[in-house]
């Protein structure tokens, strides 16, 4: 028996916003509808819904470390990562020390769920370089925040089209400033699919 079936057997999951067991996300409490597309520059980008309400929630747990909610919201951006003809998804990073504070980087595990959903590699060349968060930042700090990411070695061909994934975006300034790190080192960033939009 893996421990995840282990963890599962002991801690079942619970939707995370009405309890129910056996889920992390029950359909009672959200189903996605109609996708919110919105554009940040030249990125074309596409989220599940804006975020509050049962997203809100759910995103907040994530960051605090509920990776079945994660993976319920990874298997969610399926349909949109398949409404965009793309070679790979990449994941927008979270920092060293929140990926060791949750176990994991939500931005990966999105990817990683709605990549096998929809049949699509996923792809990790991008690092953060500032080492700090966006979360608790001003919108003008967000805004201000640029060249916190770099684009390493990948298993991507010159060209090749990566669609990122990731939790929230609020200014967009982590997904734009991705998006130029891509295009730096000679990939085409088609566009981004996130969990949900933060509306002004």
Known sequence: MRWTALVDLLFPSACVACDAYGIALCPACYTPATPLRFAL???????????DGVLRTAVLAVKSGRRDV???L????VSLVRSVAADALV???TTARRRRDRGFDQGELLARCAGRGAGIAVATPLRQT??????????SERLAAV????CGPASLSRGARVLLVDDVAT???SLRDCAGAL???GLAAVGAVVVARALP
């Open 74 to 77: 990874g298997a969610m951006l």
């Open 183 to 185: 295009r730096a080192a």
């Open 171 to 173: 200014t967009g300034a």
């Open 130 to 139: 500032a080492g700090d968060a966006q979360r608790g930042r001003s919108r």
């Open 41 to 51: 520059g030249a990125l074309p980008c596409v989220a599940l819904g804006s975020y």
């Open 147 to 150: 060249g916190r990411f770099a």
């Open 70 to 72: 994660a993976e319920a």
């Open 91 to 93: 994941p927008v990073p």
